[in-house]
């Protein structure tokens, strides 16, 4: 009822179409006709990644660095019918991100193709379609082309599909473009560019209003304009509203309004077509000599790189699992984001407009020349140009989106007689000047010699470093005027919960590509999560912080990485299958980095030690410890080991302690006053397990997600840090268990197994809303442990 009710007032209608879908892995031919039988095909549920199912495998082409899980073709179809009453409407179908080369089929008939894995894309079904009766939608993709990635990309339809029907008077695909030429005080200007479609047989006279609601529902602007809308044509009106006193978005308070666009028919008076845009209100400033202003305020971009990998979960859309992610890297004190290197799920940037975060949104990590040998680059020539422009178009709206990036270390900016990195360079910044003029360019680059054409093309608004930091200082001087931020920088390399005696020398890893350079890590497959392992290229966390604290004209840094990801587990291979570059491991657990970042980026008093205290008497053991006061003081069982004090804002603090079980006590003092206080205990043995929901209570959508953390306490109740034990786990309820990890590089258990060991002390299980309301009580238990259970309500 509601939803006719819907359909009468505005005939735009946008429906899920992720549901019921069939699935086979491998090709198949004729699958794309409608007759094929499917019949014995799996039922499956969009987003879907078949690679993050398959088997950790050193056979498998992606690679170590592709998270050595397998690629290959897979085939979807899905039924559906179409209402008697849709048959004067225009229907399309909308893939947000399909990885990769796929094609798709309507009723038989090839609609197109999209190599690109990261683009957002929509086809028309209407000429194709069957009334009341049986219409099959069939998807073929391929990724067996490997490798053609240098991370984890997952395979398949990895992101969400939609049906959308609309009149034949339309608001465009990405339709609308605002911006807000004009910020003060006292009132916004704000334009609105709607793109409305006739695929009528006859012109259409036709208005347009657009109204602009605050967050609170309140409208705040109205505009009516009037035209005739000509035949089959896409006619571009342009509105110019005022928002009196805007609320201004910026990541403390990321503040949203709403334009709605509502397309009349006349001389009809309800809408033919009704179509909503989220934006912002915010004004900002890249300066030379001082970095980044937002809102006439000075921000500087503290942020980090993500890959679109969920973990466990692969490269398969959660909102709720991205959600997660930021809330950590907002806990960090991270207030931007890096798209490494490619364009995300609409998802994240609706998560980064809500939340309040900065993004670098990124094009591409290859030009016209090769990184891998089946990547993008084969694509280039044909798709480069419509798949940046519709990065663009998806993306102009949101207020969260602050730089462009048309790439990554491409090829093209090594060789200084390149003659193709320049007028790359000034094509691409064309493409997305002519679309967005609002917003700087970048390009991400690695060689930072001056001579790098890729700075001399006249192209880019910031000059996007990588890495580098020894030459930072020297950046106002080599490019006078120019305007920078550090696109990348760390790649420290760190295993959470491992802790390598002493902690004061520092261990520089080349690529296992080049194993004959430099030392070896160790054999183990673990790097010590002192802040004292980095790749030859990088640096530690503390270094190139330090720096870009201390640069007033760096506008920004973005740390590789924010959080461990499938692929490129530099420095080891095979067994190793993700990365140590986070700050935090693949399954959300912070490493001691973490800490560091948070006692500079963020102002709640804070005060972290490390390691554990489980040790052998007679061990000689660094400790170190993070804060934001100015001094700590460390105590074991009592008695008095000495005061530290900051001498720089960014650092660790460090005393190197004869072991003893017990108690190690510090004090944070600022100005004399106690902040705060950390403590860390010698455990006993495991006694029993321990289950921890990052929220007990999840919506019963079939979506919706809880965290449930595994640990395993003493007879006192004290988590075992260096524990190893396998938890089984069993789930009853409406709600499944969609993917378990421990953050070990070296695992090559299924992430969707229904065990997991935990890795120094902790695992996570992912469980999943199912779509009934009631309760799932999720049980784990090990071998001479006590079992634990934890209820998670689904409503
Ligand atoms: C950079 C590159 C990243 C990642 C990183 C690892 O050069 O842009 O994608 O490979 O190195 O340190």
Known sequence: ??????????????????????????????AE???????????????????????????????????????????????????????GKVVFVEFDGVYRNSEVWINGSSLGKRPYGYSSFRYELTPHLRYRARNVIAVRVDNSQQPNSRWYSGSGIYRHVRLV????????QWGTYITTPVVTGESAQVTIRTSIRNERRREQPAALVTTVYDSGGKVVAVEVMKGGLALADSTEIVDSLTIPRPTLWSPERPYLYRAVSSVYCLPKTVPCDEYTTQFGVRSFVFRADS????????????????????????????????????????????NAIRTSHNPPAPELLDLTDRMGFIVMDEAFDMWKKEK?????????????????????????????????????????????????????????????????PTRPITQAANNGSPQNPVFHAGALDLLGHNYHHEVWKDFPTQYPGAKFIITEAMSALNSRGVYGQPSDSVAIYYTPYEKNRGPQPPTNGRLSSYDNSRAFWGSLHEESLRLFERYPFLSGIFVWQGIDYLGEPTPYEWPARSSYFGAVDLAGFPKDPFYLYQSVWTEQPMLHLLPHWNWTRGDTID????????????????????????????????????????????????????????????????????????????????????????????????????????VRLRISGGARIVGVDNGDEISHTSFQAHQVRLF?????????????????????????LAPATVRIELR
């Open 760 to 784: 120094n002390g902790k695992a996570v299980v992912m469980v999943r809303a199912g779509r009934k309301a009631g309760t799932a009580t999720l049980t784990a238990e090990g071998r001479g």
């Open 372 to 436: 891998t040998p089946y990547d993008y680059h084969l694509d280039w020539d044909a798709w480069h140009v419509r798949d940046l422009s519709d990065m663009v178009l998806r993306d102009r709206n949101h207020p969260s989106v602050f730089i462009w990036s048309i790439g990554n270390e491409v090829m093209e900016q090594w060789n200084n007689g390149d003659s193709t990195a320049a007028p790359i360079a000034r094509e691409l910044a064309g493409i997305v000047r002519a679309l967005d």
């Open 1 to 30: 009822m509601v939803a006719v009710l819907l359909l009468l007032v505005a005939q735009r209608q946008t429906q899920t179409f992720d549901r019921d879908w069939r699935f086979h892995l491998g090709d198949v031919p004729g």
């Open 165 to 172: 029907t609309t009149n034949p008077v339309h608001v465009d």
């Open 33 to 87: 006709q409608p007759a094929f039988d499917d019949s014995k095909w799996r039922r499956l549920e969009i987003p879907h990644d078949w690679s993050i199912e398959g088997a950790f495998s050193e056979q498998n082409p992606a690679g170590v660095a592709g998270g050595a899980l397998p690629g290959g073709v897979g085939w979807y179809r899905k039924t559906f019918t179409v209402p008697a009453a849709d048959s």
């Open 291 to 334: 970095g980044f202003f937002l809102n006439g305020r000075h921000v500087k971009i503290r942020g980090v790189c993500l890959h679109h990998d969920l973990g466990a979960l692969g490269a398969a859309v959660n909102t709720r699992a991205i959600e997660r992610q930021l809330e950590i890297m907002r806990a960090m004190g991270a």
């Open 623 to 726: 400790v170190w410890a993070y804060t934001n006061a100015e001094q700590v003081e460390l105590y074991l069982n009592g008695a008095f080991l000495g005061v530290r004090r900051k001498t720089e804002p960014v650092s660790h603090l460090m005393w190197r302690v004869a072991y003893k079980p017990g108690t190690l006590r510090a004090v944070a003092r600022q100005n004399g006053i106690v902040t705060t206080t950390a403590v860390v205990r010698t455990t006993g043995v495991p006694a029993r397990v321990a289950l921890a929901a990052d929220r007990a209570r999840i919506r019963a959508d079939g979506e919706d997600l809880s965290f449930v953390t595994i640990t395993v306490r003493d007879r006192r109740g004290l988590a075992v840090p260096t524990a190893q034990p396998l």
